[in-house]
């Protein structure tokens, strides 16, 4: 690599320097714009005691169930993992830590951390359980909680196009959580679809720029669909 | 005779007006997007990131990386827009979103929301509820009246843990439309032949009944 060239060809590449009991996020909404081949080679590496902070965690046998698979996955911040009956077994046993978030509070807790605010005030989750043990404040009449922002070691993407020098676009509903995340890693991995020149990006249209992104590489995706709903055409 | 879900979506759907931003839950109140009026243009919320959600795709429109927040396959509607979690939130804490509408386990006098969990059940999460719930001025929940055995699920006090402390305004259930003011329900409408004893005797919260209770149109 040299300059602002981020692109790197192999997964060790993009994976160098994660190890056991890391911090992570991980992208995607479902199993919509995940980084499926870094979870994959996150498998294979073999590395444990990880926190993902994640909207969900997968299904069984994709996305970030195949980690669970291999109980790789100490701790999990999600909001909703209903669809993985791992989870349940592990979650039920203790092997695993989950900290269930409100989706909105993840997402602020994300874009706070990669954007320098410690905590911010909310009012998701004042009165419930979410609040308890956190400081709250009542402003102008009305309760709010203290949330702490969140960073990783590690935040693995999945972006649309990237140029090399890791400028990012996303597309349709695969963008969710990845935008906050790529600001919220000290290393950020990128998993794209299609890698252009530097210049071929309109800079009227990116998403993300390449100040956030670390390493961009490029895969090849299943997208497996959850819920394929359709009507008569 | 209690109302279907269907019914229940198509009264819900009165409360629509034109020009409505509108984030509708899994469940009954994805039904509403049924039932919008003729002429009338609503832009339904997706919070995974989609505003302008469309029908349900054909078979050659369907696209992995275009779902809707239940994780269907979904398409886009003409001036849709596309956002992050982050900017999809900003929306709905913010306020900006016209209505909501989600189901819910109990709700209770007080406008207090149970939705996402149920203790030594399995706990799937709470998703996007508690946001919209805590971001939304204008919420309306819906529910069946009563569980399977009979319990109201209209109660003085929540015994599950809430989603939501003192934000429900409006119930429509199997049987009743209710709004929740000054610390008790207040009958507004009863579905077409059930009776008002009926509803006195399902539900637990207090309950204000009105001289006059007119019969839903739907």
Redesign the interface.
């Known amino acids: 690599m040299a300059g602002f060239n981020k692109v790197v060809t192999s997964y060790d590449e993009a994976l160098a320097g994660l190890t056991d009991d890391m911090t992570l996020m991980v992208g995607g909404?479902?199993?919509?714009?995940i980084p499926e081949n870094l979870i994959i080679k996150m498998r294979d590496l073999g590395v444990k005691g990880l926190t993902c902070i994640s909207?969900n965690a997968g299904v069984d046998d994709f996305g970030l169930g195949l980690l669970l698979q291999k109980k790789q996955i100490s701790r999990i911040y999600?909001?909703?993992?209903?669809?993985n009956a791992l989870f349940?077994q592990q979650?039920l046993s203790g092997e695993l830590d989950v900290i269930?978030t409100?989706?909105?509070?993840?997402?602020?807790k994300?874009?706070a951390g990669g954007a320098g605010i410690p905590a911010f005030f909310?009012?998701?989750?004042?009165?419930?359980?979410?609040a308890d043990g956190k400081e709250t404040r009542e402003i102008d009449g009305r309760?709010y909680v203290l949330e702490p922002s969140l960073t990783a070691d590690f935040a693995l993407i999945k972006a649309?196009k990237a140029d090399t020098m890791g400028n990012l676009i996303f597309?349709?509903?695969?963008?969710?959580?990845?935008?906050?995340m790529a600001t919220a890693g000290k290393i950020t991995v990128v998993e794209v679809e299609e890698i252009v020149p530097a210049g071929e990006l309109d800079p009227n249209f990116i998403h993300t720029p390449g100040i956030y992104v670390d390493r961009v590489i490029k895969g090849t995706f299943e997208?497996?669909?959850?819920?394929?709903?359709?009507?008569?055409? | 005779m209690s109302l279907t879900r269907e019914q229940i979506a198509a009264r819900i759907a009165q409360e629509l007006q034109d020009g409505f931003y509108v984030n509708l839950g899994i469940g009954i109140p994805t039904l509403v997007a049924n039932y919008v009026p003729e002429g009338m243009e609503v832009m339904l919320q997706s919070e995974n990131g989609l505003l302008g959600m469309g029908q349900f795709p054909t078979e050659e429109e369907v696209d992995a990386d275009l779902i809707n927040a239940g994780k269907q396959t979904v398409t886009m509607a003409t001036g849709a827009s596309l956002f992050s979690s982050a900017e999809s939130f900003a929306m709905i804490r913010g306020g900006h979103v016209d209505l909501t509408v989600l189901g819910a386990f109990e709700v209770d006098v007080s406008g207090n929301i149970a939705s996402w969990m149920i203790p030594g059940k399995l706990i799937k999460g709470m998703g996007g509820a508690m946001d919209l719930v805590a971001g939304a001025d204008n919420i309306i929940v819906t529910m069946m009246h009563a569980d399977k055995k009979g319990n109201s699920k209209l109660l003085d006090s929540c015994t599950l843990p809430l989603t939501g402390a003192q934000c429900i305004k409006k119930v429509v259930t199997d049987l009743a439309v209710l709004e929740i003011k000054d610390g008790a329900f207040h009958l507004l409408e009863r579905a077409p032949g059930v009776s008002v004893g009926e509803i006195i005797e399902k539900t637990a919260g207090k309950l204000v009944v009105p001289d006059d209770v007119p019969e839903m149109k739907c």
Do not use: D
């Open positions: 909404f479902g199993l919509c714009g909207n999600a909001s909703y993992v209903g669809e349940e979650m269930l409100p989706q909105g509070t993840l997402a602020e994300i874009r909310t009012a998701t989750g004042y009165g419930t359980p979410v309760h649309w597309r349709n509903t695969a963008m969710n959580f990845n935008p906050m997208k497996r669909i959850e819920q394929r709903t359709v009507r008569e055409g």
